[in-house]
């Protein structure tokens, strides 16, 4: 079956480091993948995705690119802000619709 | 996109009684999902719901405890039922959407639940 591994936190971090996430998966086919967020309190919010081998996804200052002959979709920032802290979820959807999540990685930026 | 509301956004709970979690969309969909995030953990599948149809459970997860509804395309309910302790999680419903030829799926904020 699908499954998503990923890096476990949890991580600190300084204002303005570098940032990076590991996630790799394991899937038939051809699946999505997805990098979702969720702040202190709140729901999951689609941060970014790619559908296909070397797509990048792009947001907020986050990318991650997918890398079919690694299996790989890693989340990096270059420059984090004290209100990235949160939870990461690393998700893949494979043909059957539903979506297989990482085990979260929580991320803290000290000011 | 979608946008999602859910109510409650949290309770407490007694023992043994049950809770029914609305999920309200603001377009008509045809997957909704509900998960559950027990404290410090990832989100598990409960159960797939299609309107018009019965809702498929994931392994784990029955429909006498966790019934769900879903009378028509914008809206879904899920009920905790007869629950313990153990219930205790965040509850949150998301429904699929095509964007641009890509399937992407948006989460509603989430339903917080103690039961004591």
């Known amino acids: 079956g699908n499954s998503v591994t990923q890096m476990e936190g949890p991580v600190t971090l300084s204002e303005e480091a570098f940032l990076t996430i590991n996630c790799t998966y394991t899937?038939?086919?051809?699946?999505?993948l997805f990098w979702y967020v969720q702040y202190p309190g709140e729901g999951l919010q689609l941060l970014l995705k790619a559908t296909k081998a070397d797509d990048k996804g792009s947001n907020k200052g986050f990318e991650a690119t997918y890398r079919k002959e690694t299996t790989s979709f890693h989340l990096e920032k270059g420059s984090v802000q004290v209100s990235d802290s949160a939870v990461y979820f690393c998700a893949l959807r494979g043909n059957d619709y539903k979506l297989s999540f990482g085990a979260g990685t929580t991320v803290t930026v000290r000011a | 996109s979608a946008v999602i509301s859910q109510k409650p956004s949290r309770d407490i709970c007694q023992r043994g009684t049950s809770l029914t979690i609305q999920c309200q969309v603001d377009?008509?969909?045809?997957?909704m999902f509900w998960y559950r995030q027990q404290p410090g953990q990832s989100l598990t599948l409960i159960a797939t719901?299609?309107?018009?149809?019965?809702?498929?459970?994931e392994s784990g997860f029955v429909i006498d405890k966790f019934p769900i509804s879903r009378p028509n395309l914008t809206f879904s309910t899920l009920t905790v039922s007869n629950m313990s302790p153990e219930d205790s999680s965040i509850y949150l419903c998301?429904?699929?959407?095509?964007?641009?030829?890509?399937?992407?799926?948006?989460f509603g904020p989430g339903t917080r639940l103690t039961v004591t």
């Open positions: 719901a299609n309107q018009g149809s019965e809702a498929t459970y």
């Open positions: 899937a038939t086919g051809y699946p999505s």
């Open positions: 998301s429904v699929e959407v095509l964007e641009r030829g890509i399937y992407e799926q948006y």
């Open positions: 377009s008509q969909v045809t997957m």
